[in-house]
């Protein structure tokens, strides 16, 4: 029997009025992810990309159209039964990283945790585990401004993977980072998706988006093309110094 789709989104319409003028950011999108994907989203600015991210992360809410996240339809649940999907299933991490200034690596890492009501002790070992996975083992007590941005980064992936989500969803994940750095974080992505670890991201780049197995364009609210390729290894293209 067929693995079920962890994504699969018919007919979203997501309109924004702007004072008399209405913006039809998401016009019919229909979609389908399947668990084990690493999928790019692309577009140019104010083409629904990010909209759609939002959507699909249940940060924002479809006017029409039905969407099913591992088979349960999200469309019209109450905020508090969203907020419970998010923290269950989903994993975020946005170009701005999103950390608490002045908290430690591992409270930035713990917090996800906490809301789930995890005990103390074991959010404290998940916590460390998470950032010895991505690589920041020796910087569990540095807070974010002892960080470069692309620890920073790294911290805000350990944040989004520590409640094992079996989707991670990233915006612009490379898009405060120089070229370098940028290659490192895709790197991690893509050991992450080889994992297991159904991952999408938005991006304007198309030499990030080239990390990707499938990608996605949009343009004007609408999915124009939806192809399918063979991934770059990021892995191959970081420096020989930054490895």
Known sequence: MPEQALIKVDNLVRTYVLG???????DDVSLVIEPGEFVAIMG?????KTTLLNVLGCLDRADSGRYLLAGRDVSRLSRGQLAEVRNQLLGFVF???NLLPRTSAIEN????????????????RRARAALERVGLADRLQHR????????QQRVAIA???????????????????DSKTSVLVMAL?????????????????PDVAQYASRVILVRDGRIVSDTKQ??????DDVPARAA
């Open 109 to 124: 890492v713990e917090l996800p945790l906490v809301y789930a009501g995890v005990p103390h002790d074991q959010r404290k």
């Open 44 to 48: 140019a600015s104010g083409s629904g």
């Open 189 to 205: 992505l893509q050991q992450l998706w080889s994992e297991g670890l159904t991952t999408l991201f938005v991006t304007h780049e």
């Open 230 to 235: 063979t991934a770059r290894r990021a892995s």
């Open 95 to 97: 170009q701005n990283f």
């Open 20 to 26: 008399e003028q209405e913006l039809r950011a998401l």
């Open 159 to 177: 944040r989004a993977i520590v409640n094992e989500p079996r989707l991670l969803l990233a915006d612009e994940p490379t898009g405060n980072l």
């Open 144 to 151: 974010p401004g002892q960080l470069s941005g692309g620890q």
